[in-house]
T-cell receptor
């Protein structure tokens, strides 16, 4: 079946540091890939997406490139802020049978950014 | 536009008690989902619905039931609460088959003791 593996946390950085959170996936077909962010006490929000190989998703200074050859979708940001402190989830979106599409989530990576 | 709302925010249940977690969306979305999030884990799909009157099991449906009598509402029922159901529960919705983004509610934190 499909699966998503993302780097274990927690990750602690100083403000303005460079961020990378690794994500790799296994899938039977050609999935779409997502990063979701969960701020403290809130539900998940879509951060960025990429729907086909070599697509780059970007939002709020975050970027991730869909690499089919390495089955990866690593999240990067050049200069993190304290407000980026949150849990980040990598997710895969693929047809799961019939008319339903399924989101498969990684375990999440807690990021803490210190001033 | 409220989006996806969930009630209650927190609840403590004793073993064997029952409760219903409420979920409502005001975006006229056809697809709705219930997930649970255990500490250090990703989200696991409990049940989903592709429209009013239609529901189906996800990965971890045991111990739960759902109904979808209207487009807006998708309640999740726990009949005999067990400690293994201690978790954070998220409801989500999506407009249709061709739209990727799921919109999540703020979650319900449930503790069963």
């Amino acid at each position: 079946g499909n699966s998503v593996t993302q780097m274990e946390g927690p990750v602690t950085l100083s403000e303005e540091a460079f961020l990378t959170i690794n994500c790799t996936y296994t899938a039977t077909g050609y999935p779409s890939l997502f990063w979701y962010v969960q701020y403290p006490g809130e539900g998940l929000q879509l951060l960025l997406k990429a729907t086909k190989a070599d697509d780059k998703g970007s939002n709020k200074g975050f970027e991730a490139t869909y690499r089919k050859e390495t089955t990866s979708f690593h999240l990067e940001k050049g200069s993190v802020q304290v407000s980026d402190s949150a849990v980040y989830f990598c997710a895969l979106f693929e047809r799961s049978g019939g008319s339903n599409y399924k989101l498969t989530f990684g375990k999440g990576t807690l990021l803490t950014v210190n001033p | 536009n409220a989006g996806v709302t969930q009630t209650p925010k927190f609840r403590i249940l004793k073993i064997g008690q029952s409760m219903t977690l409420q979920c409502t969306q005001d975006m006229n979305h056809n697809y709705m989902y219930w997930y649970r999030q255990d500490p250090g884990m990703g989200l696991k799909l409990i049940y989903y619905s592709v429209g009013a009157g239609i529901t189906d099991k996800g990965e971890v449906p045991n111990g739960y039931n759902v109904s979808r009598s209207t487009t807006e509402d998708f309640p999740l029922r726990l009949e005999l609460a067990a400690p293994s159901q201690t978790s954070v529960y998220f409801c989500a919705s999506r407009i249709d088959l061709t739209t990727y983004e799921q919109y999540f509610g703020p979650g319900t934190r449930l503790t069963v003791t």
